[in-house]
Structure formats: C-alpha cells, structure tokens
C-alpha cells in the first residue's frame, strides 16, 4: 500500500509540473505572437508576400478616386507612386506620415501619386483623410480592379511606375522609392 502511494505522489507531482511548463509555453507563444503581429506586413490569405517585379507590366484598371475623379493605368504619369494600404495593417499606419511626407514634396504633386486603401471601407477613413492631400485616393476591397492589376496581397506595398504601366521598383518600405530631386 505504501508502494502504491508512493506511486501516485509522484504521478501527481509529474503532472503539476507538466501542468506548470504547458502554461509557461502557451504564455510565450502568446508574447512571440503579439510580436510578430506588430513588426510584419499584412498578408491576405497567408502564403509568401507577393509584389509585382520590376519590368512587370500591371494590367489595365479603371476606379473612381474618393474625390470623384475617373482613373486608369494610362492615366499614371511617368515615375507615379503607387502605394497599398490597409486599415487595420499596423506597418501601414506607422508607414503613412513619412509616405504623406514624401508625396508632398514630388513634382507632380497629387498627380503623381496614387494610395490604394484596401479593406473594409467604413474603416478607411482615417488613412483617407491623411492621404487625400498629397495623393488620388482610391477604395476598394480586397479583391478590387487595383488590386487584382497589381497582384496585390500584401501591405503596406509601394510601386514605382514609367509612362507605360511598368514597374520600376517596388518593396514594403520607403526605401524602394527614389529621391525626388532625383525626378
């Protein structure tokens, strides 16, 4: 009987242990996670962020700005920006004040820049009021013309186009858009 006992004890200390390192894991995955959601780039539907290539040509699309105004890929100026954003996406927010300060100082003003906010419109408002002086603002879904025309999955994504509709650069970070005294 003493043997049995003895057996069960430790059992149970084995458990209260297993129990102890099982919630110590679950806490850290937690943290690890939380992290992770603040420092990448939105991807939806999973899988490997997806840009368009430099030399790619984006497809034909037609949208209405949030001003009211028609806009295509025919009518992009040579070395338009275009950019994705996403409510919700916070690399995207971190990323728009420097991006609206950059628009601002491009030649070509809001002609040259385009912002795609793509998403759940009702939450878009934000990002359009900050976006809308320094560039055409267009919103759609994740599955909208613009998006689809550029592949686009991920965010916040940054393009760089010539006069025909090619892409010049792209990337997720500032960095792939060129200087303007470079224009």
Same mark, same amino acid.
């Given at each position: 009987?003493?043997?049995?006992?003895?057996?069960?004890?430790?059992?149970?200390?084995?458990?209260?242990?297993?129990?102890?390192? /099982?919630?110590?894991?679950?806490?850290?995955?937690? &943290?690890?996670?939380?992290?992770?959601?603040?420092? /990448? +780039?939105?991807?939806?539907?999973?899988?490997?962020?997806?840009?368009?290539?430099?030399? /790619? +040509?984006?497809?034909?699309?037609?949208?209405?700005?949030?001003?009211?105004?028609?806009?295509?890929? &025919?009518?992009?100026?040579?070395?338009?920006?275009?950019?994705?954003?996403?409510?919700?996406?916070?690399?995207?927010?971190?990323?728009?004040?420097?991006?609206?300060?950059?628009?601002?100082?491009?030649?070509?003003?809001?002609?040259?820049?385009?912002?795609?906010?793509? #998403?759940?419109?009702?939450?878009?408002?934000?990002?359009?009021?900050?976006?809308?002086?320094?560039?055409?603002?267009?919103?759609?879904?994740?599955?909208?013309?613009?998006?689809?025309?550029?592949?686009?999955?991920?965010?916040?994504?940054?393009?760089?186009?010539?006069?025909? #509709?090619?892409?010049?650069?792209?990337?997720?970070?500032?960095?792939?858009?060129?200087?303007?005294?470079?224009?």
């Amino acid at each position: 009987m003493g043997l049995l006992t003895a057996a069960v004890v430790i059992v149970g200390a084995l458990c209260v242990i297993d129990l102890l390192l /099982t919630v110590g894991v679950i806490r850290r995955l937690r &943290e690890h996670t939380e992290l992770l959601a603040s420092t /990448t +780039q939105r991807v939806v539907g999973g899988g490997p962020m997806q840009l368009l290539e430099e030399g /790619t +040509q984006v497809a034909d699309f037609a949208a209405t700005t949030t001003d009211g105004e028609p806009i295509s890929r &025919e009518m992009l100026p040579a070395m338009s920006v275009v950019a994705f954003f996403s409510p919700g996406c916070k690399p995207c927010g971190a990323m728009i004040p420097a991006f609206s300060d950059y628009a601002a100082t491009l030649p070509g003003g809001r002609a040259q820049v385009m912002a795609v906010v793509v #998403g759940d419109t009702r939450q878009a408002g934000d990002y359009v009021g900050q976006l809308t002086p320094v560039a055409r603002v267009v919103t759609e879904g994740f599955e909208g013309q613009i998006s689809e025309a550029f592949k686009s999955r991920t965010y916040p994504a940054l393009y760089v186009l010539d006069g025909e #509709g090619k892409v010049v650069s792209s990337g997720t970070e500032m960095t792939v858009l060129p200087k303007p005294s470079m224009r």
